[in-house]
């Protein structure tokens, strides 16, 4: 396992090359590929949706890094499944913070500045703190899945990360829901408990609902305002 930092231009070509090679593999094997590839250079991203990358990537690299985004707008299931995962699973749980908080932000910008400008609040909430987060590494996954919504159908398995210089990798990107959840029984993985109250996607709570009989994991979330996606993966 390797710790050396590489260039732009060699990660470039190391995303676009795993793209062809991983496309097939098994989640696990991506996984081993990115822990040996990149070693603490790598870490894995979550909403703490589920704990199914989180876990998987312990199994390829116990102690791997987690990295979670406290928006200060999360459910308290959504911070206690966190808390869980940190103390039960062979994982290193780190969390970022916006710069300010929701009262400060309030003071400079309004309350409820989702509600007015969604894309604003994301940027500042979700965005710059990850891309800050992220600047020790070389490589992130995510558990970005092709079945979840239409702006989500051609995640690649690997990638490169133009905008952060980075490689980008989504282990469970052929994965279906029923995938994810025979994984979690298998395993025993934790979930979010409102997974089991009617949310099928999981974000900050004034910009999440349960979602409705027939429509797709993402409708729930921004509903009615023509949003998809937070801006961490465009």
Known sequence: MTTAQHTAAD???LAEQAGRD??????????RWAAD?????FCVTSSMEDAVVAHLASRAMPGVDVVFLDTGYHFPETIGTRDAVAAVMDVNVLTLTPKQTVAEQDAQY?????????????????VAPLEEGLRGYDAWATGLRRDESPTRADTPVVSWDEKRQKVKIAPIARWTQEDVERYVAEHGVLTNPLLTDGYASVGCAPCTRRVLEG???RAGRWAGLGKTECGIHL
Do not use: I, M, N, W
């Not at 991983?22 to 996984?31: C, F, H, I, Y």
């Not at 590839?37 to 250079?41: E, N, P, S």
């Open 11 to 13: 990660l470039r070509q």
């Open 22 to 31: 991983l496309e097939d593999a098994s989640a696990l094997d991506v996984l």
């Open 37 to 41: 590839t990149f070693g603490r250079r």
């Open 110 to 126: 309004g309350a409820k500045l989702h509600d007015r400008d969604p894309d604003l609040c994301c940027a500042l909430r979700k």
């Open 215 to 217: 429509e797709d994991a």
